[in-house]
């Protein structure tokens, strides 16, 4: 309850709207991800409508202070080098019936790439959990939920819907924003 009249009134103060219906489980993709204030504005987002997100966070910035504040406000630590560890625990989280959601930047924030990162597409398909989009629209300031769909495997109809929803939306950094692909696509 206090998180979200907080997150109520951060975004009000800051003159932030948020739009879209709100998901209760699933794998949510963040995006257009192009600076860490993509990511506190998303969280907000989910706050004001009393969800946490199990956001993924590389394990090197969990230290000192911001390793307190990453773990408060549902971030977890993200083991590159054993992943799968790190996901197999989260999704164990997910067997209630709770609202669950865990976030994932499909691309990097601020590094431009030629394809997204698929861990997003692999888990949901894997665990049957849907996708949710979210989006930061610098410019309109809105931030807020999107579709939320099952993939259907076939990735480059996958990918087409999320072309299709990011195409009018900007992150803090345009520029920084990769154009959703994945390698998988043929």
């Given at each position: 309850?206090?998180?979200?009249?907080?997150?109520?009134?951060?975004?009000?103060?800051?003159?932030?709207?948020?739009?879209?219906?709100?998901?209760?489980?699933?794998?949510?993709?963040?995006?257009?991800?192009?600076?860490?204030?993509?990511?506190?504005l998303t969280m907000l987002l989910a706050w004001r409508y009393g969800i946490t997100i199990r956001l993924l966070v590389?394990?090197?910035?969990f230290v000192g202070?911001?390793?307190?504040?990453?773990?408060?406000?549902?971030?977890?630590?993200?083991?590159?080098?054993?992943?799968?560890?790190?996901?197999?625990?989260l999704l164990a989280e997910a067997e209630g019936g709770d609202p669950w959601l865990i976030g994932i930047a499909a691309e990097g924030t601020r590094s431009r790439g030629e394809y997204w990162k698929s861990g997003f597409y692999r888990i949901a398909r894997q665990t049957g959990l849907p996708i949710t989009l979210a989006f930061l629209d610098a410019p309109s300031r809105t931030v807020g939920w999107g579709p939320t769909f099952h993939p259907t495997g076939d990735v480059s109809a996958d990918m087409d819907v999320l072309r299709e929803f990011y195409a009018d939306k900007t992150g803090f950094k345009p520029e920084g924003f990769t154009p959703p692909r994945l390698r998988e696509e043929g």
């Open positions: 309850m206090l998180r979200r009249r907080i997150a109520g009134l951060v975004l009000r103060a800051i003159r932030w709207k948020t739009v879209g219906e709100v998901p209760q489980r699933g794998v949510l993709v963040g995006a257009p991800h192009t600076s860490n204030w993509d990511w506190v590389k394990q090197e910035l202070p911001l390793g307190w504040l990453l773990r408060r406000t549902g971030a977890v630590e993200l083991d590159r080098k054993n992943p799968a560890r790190t996901i197999k625990e």
